[in-house]
Antibody, heavy 120, light 109 residues
Framework: QLQLQESGPGLLKPSETLSLTCTVS??????????WGWIRQTPGKGLEFIGNVYHDGITFYNPSLKSRVTISIDTSKNQFSLKLRSVTAADTALYYC????????????WGRGTMVTVSS | QSALTQPRSVSGSPGQSVTISCTGT?????????VSWYLQHPGKAPKLIIY???KRPSGVPDRFSGSKSGNTASLTISGLQADDEADYYC?????????FGGGTKLTVL
């Protein structure tokens, strides 16, 4: 059974780089069935698409975050990662990794999420 | 890429039906038939309940249904149950990107 688990530091200072990893278990991240995506949810607010990566490394990003975001994939570790540079308090959020079914463009399976707080 | 527009809240009594709207543009909802809906209970990850505008994943009751007209998609929940009380989010493909709605809180009275 496919499962996703986010991990990474929970507290950052302004201007630092957020680095999160999503570990995939139960299937190979090289599966062609999915894109692998990141979504965040700010406290009390809605969901925001961050970006996706395919197993061949092709990425797609939210235009509003594109200048600060890098998503990469490590097939040897069955993981994909998110880096968000120059964080501010506005980046404080619950960060989810998820599978994106590219046939119908929906997020199928979600991780539990990891909370990241940006504070000086 | 602006967020899709959803009502902040809706409510209904057990057994009734409610409809949640999701308004986008002709670059997302209006152009692609790839609208999905997610249910989120407090403290839990979102769960897919509708994809490709009208399709239900295995295990989702047929009380949940989706539709679309022009730039507006809708989620209808019939036969409301207490456990349907949650936040609901729509999402649309927008050309190699996804855009979410702001979410709607459903209260079962």
């Amino acid at each position: 059974q496919l499962q996703l688990q986010e991990s990474g530091p929970g507290l950052l200072k302004p201007s630092e780089t957020l680095s999160l990893t999503c570990t995939v278990s139960g299937d190979s991240i090289s599966s062609s069935s999915y894109y692998w995506g990141w979504i965040r949810q700010t406290p009390g607010k809605g969901l925001e698409f961050i970006g996706n990566v395919y197993h061949d490394g092709i990425t797609f990003y939210n235009p509003s975050l594109k200048s600060r975001v890098t998503i990469s994939i490590d097939t040897s570790k069955n993981q994909f990662s998110l880096k968000l540079r120059s964080v501010t308090a506005a980046d404080t959020a619950l960060y989810y990794c998820a599978t994106l079914n590219w046939a119908f463009w929906y997020f199928d399976l979600w991780g539990r999420g990891t909370m990241v707080t940006v504070s000086s | 890429q602006s967020a899709l527009t959803q009502p902040r809240s809706v409510s209904g009594s057990p057994g009734q039906s409610v409809t949640i709207s999701c308004t986008g543009t002709n670059s997302d909802v209006g152009y692609y038939n790839y609208v999905s809906w997610y249910l989120q209970h407090p403290g839990k990850a979102p769960k897919l309940i509708i994809y490709a505008v009208t399709k239900r994943p295995s295990g989702v009751p047929d009380r949940f249904s989706g539709s679309k007209s022009g730039n507006t998609a809708s989620l209808t929940i019939s036969g409301l149950q207490a456990d349907d009380e949650a936040d609901y989010y729509c999402c649309s493909y927008a050309g190699y990107a996804e855009v979410f709605g702001g979410g709607t809180k459903l209260t079962v009275l």
